[in-house]
C-alpha cells in the first residue's frame, strides 16, 4: 500500500511539475511574442498635399494602418517630374512597401478624378508616363500582364469603389480578366 501511494504521490508530482513546464513556455511564448518589433512600413511620398498624419492613416486591406506599424516616411519627389501634373489630379501618391514584401501604390485621386472617367483616364495617362508621372519608379510594373491588371485595379476603384479615402493598387498582382479584379473587390 505504501508502494502504491509513493507511486500515485511521484505520478502527482511529475504530472504538476510538466504542467508547470508547459505554463512556463507558454508565457514565455507569448511575452516573446508581444515583445517583437510590430512589422516595418516604408512610405516613399511622390506628392502629398496633407500632412504627415494623413500618411499614418493610409489604411491595408487587412484594417490596419500605416500608423499601426513601427514606419518610415520618405519624400521621393523627383527633380524631372513636372510638379504641376500629379497635383492637378492627386491630393497625395505614395508607394508603400510592406515587411511582408507586397507593395503597393496608394493614391489619393481629386474630385475630378473620382467623378469624371476622361478625366481618370487622362490621370492614369499621367501617373504611367515616366517624365511626368511613376512609372519610371522600381516598383512599378514591367510585366505586361501585370501593368494591364495595375491598370484594372485603378479602374475598378473608379467603378466600384471611387469614394474609397484612397485607391491602392498593387504592381504584383495578376488577374485573366477585368471581371476577376471586380469580384476580387479590385485587388486580385
Not at 56 to 77: L, S, W
Not at 78 to 107: C, E, H, K, Q
Request: overall charge negative; charged content about 25%; aromatic content about 12%.
Amino acid at each position: 500500500m505504501n508502494k502504491l501511494k509513493k507511486a500515485i504521490s511521484i505520478a502527482i508530482a511529475c504530472c504538476m511539475a510538466l504542467s508547470i513546464v508547459a505554463m512556463s513556455a507558454s508565457a514565455v511564448e507569448a511575452s516573446s511574442t508581444t515583445d517583437q518589433k510590430q512589422p516595418e512600413v516604408l512610405v516613399e511620398v511622390i506628392y502629398n498635399s496633407y500632412d504627415e498624419e494623413y500618411l499614418k492613416n493610409i489604411p491595408f486591406d487587412d484594417g490596419t494602418v500605416v500608423g499601426d506599424y513601427d514606419y518610415e516616411i520618405r519624400y521621393i519627389g523627383s527633380v524631372t517630374r513636372d510638379p504641376t501634373y500629379i497635383p492637378y489630379y492627386f491630393n497625395a501618391v505614395s508607394w508603400i512597401t510592406r515587411d511582408d514584401g507586397m507593395i503597393s501604390l496608394s493614391l489619393d485621386p481629386n474630385s475630378k478624378v473620382r467623378n469624371d472617367s476622361s478625366v481618370k483616364d487622362t490621370a492614369w495617362s499621367v501617373l504611367s508616363t515616366p517624365s511626368n508621372g511613376v512609372a519610371d519608379n522600381r516598383n512599378w510594373p514591367t510585366n505586361s500582364k501585370n501593368v494591364k491588371t495595375f491598370r484594372w485595379q485603378y479602374d475598378c476603384h473608379f467603378d466600384f469603389a471611387k469614394d474609397k479615402d484612397r485607391w491602392n493598387i498593387e504592381p504584383s498582382r495578376t488577374a485573366g480578366s477585368y471581371l476577376a479584379v471586380v469580384a476580387n473587390k479590385c485587388n486580385p
